[in-house]
């Protein structure tokens, strides 16, 4: 996947915030580590620091939703973050996003805080972002 896959998904896939550059792509890749899972169509990037790891983001192209590759692409990236030393997993999404969070909730996500206003709109006011945190120990 390069930079402009990977920035042509997001840009398809939000439409409320402002999607990423294939410049701000390309940075994020450059570092050691940070993770990319999944396909062009849907990907998932994140990083890992230390014991936790974080999802920075997490696109699928609106023709390609309710096919399982989000949650593939979920899945993988939690395995690769667990062999990189991580022992949970931490992300934020928009409070108004009911997919998002019910995907999350069906991969063992729990909302563990709330960011007030943390998503601008440009037609509406800001939206609150959920915490939320999966733990990547073994069961």
Sequence with gaps: MT???????HRLAFTLDRPWSAVEFADLLAQRS?????TPESFVLGRVA??????????TRPDQRRRGLARAALDDFHDRAARAGALSVFLEVAADNAA?????RACDFSTV????AYYAREDGPAADALVMRRS???T
């Design 3 to 9: 930079p402009t896959d990977l920035a042509a998904t």
């Design 34 to 38: 940070v993770i990319l899972c999944g």
């Design 50 to 59: 230390f014991d936790e790891a974080e999802v920075l983001t997490l696109a």
């Design 100 to 104: 998002a969070i019910a995907l999350y």
């Design 113 to 116: 805080g709330r960011r007030r």
């Design 136 to 138: 990547l120990a073994a």
